[in-house]
């Protein structure tokens, strides 16, 4: 499939028959809280066609949340409050990655590759950057800026979805809330949704935002200090209009005694501004490739180690650990196989250290590993 050639920072990335970067929802909304989406549409810019993807797979998770527009628009209805939506597809770029950093641009999504984002220079991502993010972000900040201006400390509450299964494996909640050093909102909005018969809720599940890769809660929550919350809604039950009502009602009514709480609305100082140093994204992620790495390491010098011993006293074991190492990249549209995340664990190939290093399972092993399993 042909691409038309993208255009050069000089050049507007989005012509006269494009819609804007974001749009406003209910804009005059009276409460002390902004609703933000940062993945609302699928849209692909006129200039860029539809980056070498048949058209169908635009309809999918790998192009936007769905159903996260709607229930963000009926949130902004129940709880009287504005929205931000940004515009088009994170194939494009993604609003909720810092610029240049892990998964803006994705080369790849869930396996499928994009070949409208192959071997772009750096003119392309500038472009896109400015048409895109820079927009979108800064209407954030203009409308979080007014609520300063009048004195008003809003809650940023973020709207997003999440697919029923990833990598094979199913997702038991239907709803998850991320949050990272701010409990004010994430806190008491678990536990009411859990007091909710029939609800699954995940705390920092599917995703967690301490992952350091997220952009707008983090920015202009976290570090700005203002109470906030990242939601999470499965995919297949607000993938209609009545299930997008229906949990955005169920949202509503879970938040409303929260946001009517006036102690909530104060800046807090984030955990890394209250220390004699402020750490910053790129060296927190290198400590936590370094423990990572320190943890495979040990794994690989302790072959005395069986993994059914791991699964039975933690919980996870060599393989696990291959498998989430898969899942990040694959979120992150790099492509992996089993095979090459298991040798990145092991240090060689799996069938290699099965018959180096693994013993047949002990009568007691397998109890134990029949009880943790029941248990869990």
Same mark, same amino acid.
Request: hydrophobic residues 40%; proline residues 8%.
């Given at each position: 499939?042909?691409?038309?050639?993208?255009?050069?920072? %000089? /050049? &507007?990335?989005?012509?006269?028959?494009?819609?804007?970067?974001?749009?406003?929802?209910? +804009?005059?909304?009276?409460?002390? *809280?902004?609703? *933000?989406?940062?993945? +609302?549409?699928?849209? $692909?810019?006129?200039?860029? @066609?539809?980056?070498?993807?048949?058209?169908?797979?635009?309809?999918? !998770?790998?192009?936007?949340? $769905? =159903?996260?527009?709607? /229930?963000?628009?009926?949130?902004? %209805?129940?709880?009287?409050?504005?929205?931000?939506?940004? @515009?088009?597809?994170?194939?494009?770029?993604?609003?909720?990655? !810092?610029?240049?950093?892990?998964?803006?641009?994705?080369?790849?999504?869930?396996? $499928?590759?994009?070949?409208?984002? +192959?071997?772009?220079?750096?003119?392309?991502?500038?472009?896109?950057?400015?048409?895109?993010?820079?927009?979108?972000?800064?209407?954030?900040?203009?409308?979080?800026?007014?609520?300063?201006?009048?004195?008003?400390?809003?809650?940023?509450?973020?709207?997003?979805? #999440? %697919?029923?299964?990833?990598?094979?494996?199913?997702?038991?909640?239907?709803?998850?809330?991320?949050?990272?050093?701010?409990?004010? /909102?994430?806190?008491?909005?678990? +536990?009411?949704?859990?007091?909710?018969?029939?609800?699954?809720? =995940?705390?920092?599940? &599917?995703?967690?935002?301490?992952?350091?890769?997220?952009?707008?809660?983090? /920015?202009? @929550?976290?570090?700005?200090?203002?109470?906030? *919350?990242? $939601?999470?809604?499965?995919?297949?039950?607000?993938?209609?209009?009545?299930?997008?009502?229906?949990?955005?009602?169920?949202?509503?009514?879970?938040?409303?005694?929260?946001?009517?709480?006036?102690?909530?609305?104060?800046?807090?100082?984030?955990?890394?501004?209250? =220390?004699?140093?402020?750490?910053?994204?790129?060296?927190? %992620?290198?400590?936590?490739?370094?423990? #990572?790495?320190?943890?495979?390491?040990?794994?690989?010098?302790?072959?005395?180690?069986?993994?059914?011993?791991?699964?039975?006293?933690?919980?996870?074991?060599?393989?696990?650990?291959?498998?989430?190492?898969?899942?990040?990249?694959?979120?992150?549209?790099?492509?992996?196989?089993?095979?090459?995340?298991?040798?990145?664990?092991? =240090?060689?190939?799996?069938?290699?250290?099965?018959?180096? !290093?693994?013993?047949?399972?002990?009568?007691?092993?397998?109890?134990? #590993?029949?009880?943790? !399993?029941?248990?869990?």
């Amino acid at each position: 499939m042909n691409l038309p050639s993208p255009p050069s920072a %000089t /050049v &507007p990335l989005l012509g006269p028959d494009d819609p804007p970067a974001w749009r406003a929802v209910n +804009a005059d909304g009276r409460a002390p *809280v902004l609703l *933000v989406c940062d993945h +609302a549409g699928n849209r $692909i810019p006129a200039a860029l @066609g539809t980056l070498g993807l048949p058209p169908g797979e635009l309809e999918r !998770h790998i192009a936007w949340d $769905i =159903g996260a527009a709607a /229930v963000t628009e009926h949130l902004a %209805t129940l709880l009287d409050a504005p929205a931000l939506l940004s @515009g088009y597809s994170r194939l494009v770029l993604d609003c909720n990655r !810092h610029p240049g950093g892990v998964g803006s641009i994705p080369a790849a999504s869930d396996g $499928i590759a994009v070949p409208g984002n +192959a071997n772009l220079s750096e003119t392309d991502r500038l472009a896109r950057v400015e048409a895109l993010f820079a927009p979108y972000q800064a209407a954030i900040a203009a409308r979080l800026a007014a609520f300063a201006a009048a004195a008003t400390v809003p809650a940023l509450i973020s709207i997003h979805s #999440f %697919t029923p299964a990833m990598n094979g494996r199913q997702r038991p909640w239907q709803i998850g809330i991320l949050w990272d050093e701010d409990p004010r /909102v994430a806190q008491p909005l678990l +536990a009411a949704l859990a007091a909710e018969s029939g609800i699954t809720v =995940g705390d920092n599940e &599917p995703y967690s935002a301490r992952d350091p890769h997220g952009y707008t809660t983090d /920015v202009h @929550g976290t570090r700005a200090g203002l109470p906030h *919350v990242l $939601i999470e809604i499965r995919q297949d039950l607000i993938a209609d209009a009545a299930g997008q009502r229906e949990w955005a009602g169920r949202i509503a009514a879970a938040l409303k005694p929260i946001l009517v709480d006036p102690k909530l609305y104060a800046v807090r100082k984030p955990r890394s501004s209250r =220390g004699s140093e402020a750490m910053d994204d790129t060296t927190r %992620t290198e400590l936590e490739a370094a423990a #990572f790495r320190r943890l495979v390491q040990h794994l690989r010098e302790r072959t005395d180690v069986q993994n059914i011993d791991l699964m039975n006293l933690a919980g996870f074991c060599r393989n696990c650990l291959s498998k989430w190492y898969r899942a990040a990249a694959e979120e992150r549209g790099v492509a992996i196989t089993d095979p090459a995340a298991r040798e990145v664990v092991y =240090g060689m190939p799996y069938d290699e250290w099965k018959s180096k !290093h693994q013993k047949e399972a002990s009568v007691e092993q397998k109890q134990a #590993f029949d009880q943790a !399993h029941k248990a869990h």
